[in-house]
Each structure stands twice: as structure tokens, then as C-alpha cells.
């Protein structure tokens, strides 16, 4: 608990720290509610937020995942993250990262993560952009079967990618990987936006998370589809 408690708190100092810089950003919002035969209720949201002061740029990032069917809940997770980054160049910069993931389907209460590292934009042109990253840190796990904690040292890497394809359709690609030596962490999200308007977008997003040490009986990867309405602000 007091793992929780203590990542909590610096990913709350890390996203209200520079309060007197703008923010924008992002938020997706769908779901599905079902009445008749069978009652299921959905939802999934995401928000992720940006703001820069003067070599420094803060994001933090909110998303949530639940599902309803029958009465019986078959996916409930939620997760908070926020980076750091210190510009040394035009292209490269050093990073300080927070992950905290909630995941009722998992063989882990919680993983929170830590790491520093650094950054470089392996492409920045106006329409496509590539961003990578690497770096060391440290993770905290709780078994959901027993209750004893994992305490390692993880390897992070990133690649982000992203690319106007027409005036209006935009696509990205998120992967995330954090080595331990009890367990690998691995995340891919595939997303698409097209555009309605100025601030508003349909999008589809395939994500695929993947951890390496599981209990038996337990799936090592979980694929999610999603559509939802997206908004900028």
C-alpha cells in the first residue's frame, strides 16, 4: 500500500507542477450499453495532456477499461502515467517516467514503474514523427494470489510514431517495453483518427498487452479493439 501511495503522490507532483503553463490535449470516450436478452454495459476512456516550459515538456495520462456482462465483471483496469522531458537538443532529450497499472484480470494487484533515460526524435518532419527512447528503472508488483511483492530493476524502451496520411486522418503507434527479470511488460496501441471538425474525431485504436510471467490457467496477452469519439482541448 504504501507503494501505491507513494507513486500516487509524485505522478500528482509531476502533472500540477508546472501549474502556471498551459495545458492541451486529448480525450477518448466510447461505450456500449446493451438492454434485452443479455445486459452489458462498457466503457473505455482515455486522457492525455501536454503543456511546455521553456526546455521542459510534462505530459500526464489517464485511461480506464470496464465491462459488464450479466452482472458479471469481465474487465475492469485503469492506469495512470506522466513523463518528464528536459530538451538538450533540437532533437534530444533526457526523460524521468511513472507508470501505475490496476488490473483486476491480471496475476498483479498493481505494477507501478519508475525509470530515467534518454530520448531522441529519429524523425521530425511536419507529417510524420518518430520519437525514441531508453532507460533504466525500477518496478513494484504485488501477486494477486499471494500477496508478496516483486521488487526488480527493469529496462524501458519506446517507440512513438505518428503520421498525417490526408488533411483530416491521422495514425500512431505507442510501443512500450519494461524489462525485468521477473517479468516483461509489453504494450502496442494502434490508433486511427479521422476528423469531423476542428476539435472533434472518430477514432479506432488495437491494443495488444503482453506480460511473460503468468500463473497457469492465465493468458500472457490481451488484445483490445475500440471506437470512440475524440475530442481535443
Known sequence: MQGIKGFAFALAV????????????????????ARGNTETETINGKIDMTTKVERWT???????????????????????????????????????????????????????????????????????KLDGKIGVGYRQSELRVSGDSQDEAIVRGALDYSHQLTDTTDIT????????????????????AVKMNASLALGLSYEIRHNTDVLPGTEKTDQILTANLVFGF
Not at 521477473?182 to 490508433?191: A, E, G, P, R, W
Request: aromatic share 12%; no cysteine.
Open 14 to 33: 509531476l502533472a500540477v507542477s508546472p501549474a502556471h503553463a498551459d495545458w492541451s490535449g486529448k480525450g477518448e470516450l466510447g461505450g456500449v450499453l
Open 173 to 192: 503507434n505507442k510501443f512500450l517495453v519494461e524489462a525485468g527479470s521477473d517479468n516483461t511488460y509489453l504494450q502496442n496501441v494502434l490508433s486511427l
Open 58 to 128: 510534462h505530459q500526464a495520462g489517464f485511461s480506464v477499461l470496464r465491462t459488464v456482462n450479466d452482472g458479471v465483471t469481465s474487465a475492469n483496469r485503469w492506469e495512470l502515467r506522466g513523463e518528464s522531458d528536459y530538451r538538450l537538443t533540437e532533437r534530444s532529450y533526457v526523460f524521468g517516467t511513472l507508470r501505475y497499472e490496476d488490473d483486476e484480470f491480471t496475476d498483479y494487484n498493481y505494477q507501478a514503474t519508475a525509470s530515467l533515460g534518454y530520448g531522441y526524435k529519429l524523425i521530425d518532419h511536419e507529417k510524420t
